[in-house]
């Protein structure tokens, strides 16, 4: 069964920086790709970074592209997202997820089937 749980969440000024854990059990890691999701209220839940586990390839939202980083732990049982130079525009709820990624040349989409709960990232001065 898998278990994803996430924390890390919480309320930054604009500028600053936090950094999401996701705590993960119960798959194939090399089998899937991991990475996070956000929803802001009234809009469509996004990708906004993953990693294919099998081959290491890290993928962002334009959005996020030089101010978000995602990575693994080498343990495999974990993936971090560091958000810097935070704006409000990435207030959102963020969940952590496992599944299927496909890729079109330069683009990429996330197919995401097993979910964390979420955690609040609020982004306000």
């Known amino acids: 069964q898998v278990q994803l749980v996430e924390s890390g969440g919480g309320l930054v000024q604009p500028g600053g920086s936090l950094r999401l854990s996701c705590a993960t059990s119960g798959f194939s890691w090399n089998a899937v790709a991991i990475g996070w999701f956000r929803q802001a209220p009234g809009r469509d839940r996004e990708a906004v970074s993953c990693?294919?586990?099998?081959?290491?390839?890290?993928y962002y939202a334009d959005s996020v592209k030089g101010r978000f980083t995602i990575s693994t732990a080498n343990a495999k049982n974990a993936v971090y997202l560091q958000m810097n130079d935070l704006r409000p525009e990435d207030s959102a709820v963020y969940y952590c997820?496992?599944?299927?990624?496909?890729?079109?040349?330069?683009?990429?989409?996330?197919?995401?089937?097993?979910w964390g709960q979420g955690t609040q990232v609020t982004v306000s001065s």
């Open positions: 990693v294919n586990n099998f081959d290491d390839k890290k």
């Open positions: 997820a496992t599944g299927q990624l496909s890729t079109f040349g330069s683009k990429w989409h996330f197919d995401g089937r097993s």
